[in-house]
């Protein structure tokens, strides 16, 4: 564990005088297609609620709705005239001049819409010195933001850290980050994270690359693809599986998937919206060029039975009271636990705050935030770990799917507490492991080692051309002669 990290678990007291903790919604969106949606999300705010009383009964936690989208259009219509800095604002000033009496501890609420409403939305939060708790969205940079903290799933700065981490044990020196413009914006957002944290922090030298996956052909692949080959063997990709899988297919074409070349993608987490990034090789033949390909994602939070009735009751409460019916095998996705765990984390750092007795009249956004710095909080749906910033890092794998049986193995791990990059299975890799810097006849195949093997062959082929020329022009000469003679 890192040097100064806390394990904490919920404990409660009924010492000391009771607060107010109300937390605002800043919008609910009860389209049920989006996966950050109220049908979804709403059962695990109402459990955590009534989790929430039972536990600390010292806490008398409200909650205020700004935005509600059950009565509007379409979600595009809605995002057209969504300003959720504007209408936070105006209910912070609002509130401050109805006389009534603030509360003690105030959230700002956000389930997440688009990137863009994230960092203004920050920046208010900032300046009324209010904590921001987000479900979906995250911070993408570190230490900057005194009042966001989040719980989402979508692990953006840790996995540039993975990518980093990969590139330092391995002594790769260069690499190529390429991403698709046309992709989920969780990858745009990770493309250029990616790309200004690497760019500062790794001494590797990085090609970066992007391209339209909706206009591209065959050969616009298998010239980007080229291009790539004479610049690195190490490909970091973000992106949907499809046009990897174009990719890959034009990387197979110019014999780049022999194990000499090492393609890594990344996914916040598995699920329909990405693709699948699972390949199997037809008829079980081990010629698939996906055995090339890595995978950085998060580790699987282990399936307790508690965790199973959870989801199971989550489910049944979106069909009771939100009107959302899962498919017979569909899963949750992570954002409904992340709902849940922003919840339960909101009160038990409120409870340490209302023991501790310090200035319970109204207490300081940034010293709320800095309540969750540098600890583990340890709940039913698993553990939150935060860093010395307030950034939840979460415990990623690096995974292969067998090319076979379409298995998906880790091989490695970076732990949350520690940062290590350790080893949790068996890497098979059709060739050299780690994947060479440069190969061997070099990047264009012009390396001075090879260019003595080609100029002494150019010499012996320029002696053995000459050797053949002068038998040639002798039998020539020797024909004619034969000729000449028996015309006379």
């Known amino acids: ?10 404990v409660t007291t009924t010492t000391g005088l009771p607060i107010h903790v109300e937390i605002v919604n800043i919008a609910l969106m009860y389209w049920p297609l989006i996966m950050a949606g109220y049908p ?24 205020v709705y700004l935005k509600d989208s ?32 603030p509360p003690n501890i105030t959230i700002f609420l956000m389930t997440g819409v688009v990137a863009e409403n994230s960092l203004p939305t920050a920046q208010v939060s900032a300046e009324l010195d209010t904590l921001l708790m987000t479900i979906v969205l995250c911070p993408v940079a570190e230490g900057i933001w005194p009042t966001w903290r989040t719980v989402t799933v979508l692990p953006i700065m840790t996995i540039s850290r993975f990518y980093q981490v990969m590139l330092e044990r391995f002594h790769w020196s260069h690499f190529t980050l390429i ?23 790794s001494k590797s030298q990085m090609m970066y690359l992007n391209f339209n996956s909706q206009i591209y052909s065959a050969a616009d692949y298998a010239h980007v693809m080229l291009k790539i080959s004479e610049y690195s063997r190490v490909i970091l990709y973000a992106g949907h599986s499809e046009p990897l899988q174009a990719l890959m297919t034009a990387a197979a074409k110019l014999n780049m998937t022999n194990g000499e070349y090492v393609f890594i993608a990344s996914l916040p987490f598995r699920h329909a919206l990405f693709g699948t990034f699972q390949w199997k090789s037809p008829n079980q033949s081990s010629d698939n060029p996906f055995k090339c390909l890595l995978v950085i994602e998060p580790t699987p939070v282990p399936a307790t039975e508690e965790l199973t009735e959870m989801e199971h009751h989550w489910k049944q409460m979106s069909k009771e009271k939100y009107n959302l ?37 109204n207490f300081s956004g940034r010293k709320v935030a800095a309540a969750f710095n540098n600890r583990t909080f340890h709940l039913k749906t698993g553990k939150l770990t935060f860093n010395a910033d307030g950034e939840k890092i979460p415990d990623m794998s690096l995974t292969q799917t067998d090319p076979i049986s379409g298995e998906i193995k880790g091989v490695m791990e970076l732990e949350a507490s520690t940062g290590l990059l350790v080893t949790t299975g068996t890497l098979k890799w059709p060739a050299e492991w780690p994947v060479p810097n440069e190969p061997y006849c070099g990047y264009r195949g012009d390396s001075i080692r090879c260019q003595i093997i080609v100029n002494s062959s150019a010499k012996y082929g320029v002696a053995l051309g000459s050797t053949s020329a002068l038998v040639i022009v002798c039998g020539m000469l020797f024909f004619s002669l034969r000729r000449y003679v028996s015309l006379f």
Request: net charge negative; proline share 3%; no cysteine.
């Open 325 to 361: 019916t899962y498919g017979q095998d569909e899963k949750l996705n992570p954002y409904t636990a992340s709902a849940y765990n922003g919840m339960m984390v909101l009160a038990q750092v409120a409870e340490e705050l209302r023991q501790s007795g310090s200035n319970l009249t």
């Open 1 to 10: 564990m890192a040097q100064g990290l806390v394990n904490s678990s919920i």
């Open 70 to 101: 059950s009565t509007e259009g379409t979600f595009d219509d809605w995002l057209t005239y969504y300003n959720p800095e504007k209408t936070l604002a105006e209910y912070f000033f609002a509130a401050e001049k109805s006389g009534r009496t």
């Open 40 to 63: 979804r999300l709403g059962p695990a705010f109402d459990s955590a609620t009534e989790e929430i009383a039972a536990t600390f009964p010292s806490l008398n936690v409200t909650q």
């Open 179 to 201: 991403w698709d413009t046309t992709a989920n914006n969780f990858f745009t957002m990770f493309a250029d994270a990616a790309h200004n944290y690497l760019a500062k922090n």
